[in-house]
């Protein structure tokens, strides 16, 4: 397990980036990225969307201008509380405090479940995306940004030492694994010299029983 893949490692972090990072954030993960990843999947002003990892709420911004219907759930008390004062404790935007590994949702809640910049941070993906599939409505679609794996492999070696890192063979094992179907892969870039995010499409299959 890398640095960061421990929880509460996880949220000391946060605890202390949550104050910079919506000035930091952009270099990595800035607004054209944001618009191309939404531009993935079809989202409808009713359709119920959660974003796991919600963090301070810059992927929200992005999604309550497709739907009306949006929840946001964190492990970091320090990055809801930036969502908070973005949309207000009791507004049109549900936000919940919890774990991507346990989700306190009913099976089949939402139409569509989305995650940017938090898979690097979970000591166990597959599990966290079996709880996607559990919650994602059948035959509906999750997506999911993290980090690009490296192409040298002196830096893949650091930077796998401090939190996950993937390319798209690693990312449709664990989608597969987690029983997803129909995986799609689009890499995003701020510049050609910036860190690449993988963007991952995938469809929870059309029978709503789980396998395990």
Known sequence: MSVLEDKSRARLFYKYLSRVYDVINPFFWEEEMR??????????????????????????????????????IDQSRHQLEKSIGKFGENGSV????????????????????????????????????????RVTKPGNRVLVVGPDEPQNAILRRISDRIMLFYGEKEADRMFSEA??????????????????????????????????
């Open 94 to 133: 549900e936000l919940h405090r919890g774990d991507a590994e346990r989700l306190p949702f009913r099976d089949d809640t939402f139409d569509i479940v989305w995650s940017s910049g938090s898979i690097e941070y979970w000591p166990n993906p597959v599990e966290a995306l079996h709880e996607f599939r």
């Open 35 to 72: 618009s191309d990843a939404l531009s993935m999947v079809d989202i409808e002003q009713d359709d119920r969307v959660l974003d796991v990892g919600c963090g301070t709420g810059f992927s929200i911004e992005g999604l309550v201008q497709y739907s009306d219907d949006i929840h946001g």
């Open 179 to 212: 029983g997803f179907r129909d995986i799609e892969h689009r890499i995003l870039q701020r510049s050609p010299n910036s860190p690449r995010a993988i963007v991952t499409v995938a469809k929870a299959p059309e029978a709503s029983g789980l396998a395990g």
